[in-house]
T-cell receptor, first 112, second 111 residues
Framework: NAGVTQTPKFRILKIGQSMTLQCTQD?????MYWYRQDPGMGLKLIYY???????DKGEVPNGYNVSRSTTEDFPLRLELAAPSQTSVYFC???????????FGQGTRLTVV | QKEVEQNSGPLSVPEGAIASLNCTYS??????FFWYRQYSGKSPELIMF????GDKEDGRFTAQLNKASQYVSLLIRDSQPSDSATYLC???????????FGTGTRLKVLA
């Protein structure tokens, strides 16, 4: 089973560029999340979705956008990349509210 | 701002000892509590979850929850060098779908 798959694993962006971080899960989970993790820090929630067509902001949504057109996919869009967005990004999914969240392997993003 | 707080460590324990990791949370209505382990450069993986007051045991791991004190802990018995990692506490708050994470406690098990 693939679980939660993120692409790419690594990326270097120049300031002002845009990109989409891909996340897909094959567990038929309704709930999906995007977190960022800065060095030595915990996970900060960027956006989350409780089902196809439904998204909402987390703690640190500025500079990001999401969409959820299917149950499986939850891409994260970075517009006008800034050095402050240098981080490791994790996508996660869970079956129901209060159940375990499964994480993808992460995307290490550097903005220079 | 609903918060989850952990001591960043590092917490160093000798091999075979009990490691005790602690977490406090600010949202009194929180309902679900999770402990994740994260090795350096890897993604978090679930160790334990607990929903009710008291203790829950799974192998060498015991999670303890005290909702009145807003406190959750993780005990690791017979600690092994392979347990060396960062342990993240996560809380699902009341009336929300958001898992809020602490900054994590770095555990070092010395051989």
């Amino acid at each position: 089973n693939a679980g939660v798959t993120q692409t790419p694993k690594f990326r270097i962006l120049k300031i002002g560029q845009s990109m989409t971080l891909q996340c897909t899960q094959d567990m038929n989970h309704n709930y999906m999340y995007w977190y960022r993790q800065d060095p030595g820090m915990g996970l900060k929630l960027i956006y989350y979705s409780v089902g196809a067509g439904i998204t909402d902001k987390g703690e640190v949504p500025n500079g990001y956008n999401v969409s959820r057109s299917t149950t499986e996919d939850f891409p994260l869009r970075l517009e006008l990349a800034a050095p402050s967005q240098t981080s490791v990004y994790f996508c996660a999914s869970s079956y129901a509210r209060g159940s375990e969240a499964f994480f993808g392997q992460g995307t290490r993003l550097t903005v220079v | 701002q609903k918060e989850v707080e952990q001591n960043s460590g590092p917490l160093s324990v000798p091999e075979g000892a009990i490691a005790s990791l602690n977490c406090t949370y600010s949202d009194r209505g929180s309902q679900s509590f999770f402990w994740y382990r994260q090795y350096s450069g890897k993604s978090p993986e679930l160790i334990m979850f607990i929903y009710s007051n008291g203790d829950k045991e799974d192998g060498r791991f015991t999670a303890q929850l005290n909702k009145a004190s807003q406190y959750v802990s993780l005990l690791i018995r017979d600690s092994q060098p392979s347990d060396s990692a960062t342990y993240l506490c996560a809380v699902l708050g009341s009336g929300t779908y958001k898992y809020i994470f602490g900054t994590g406690t770095r555990l070092k098990v010395l051989a």
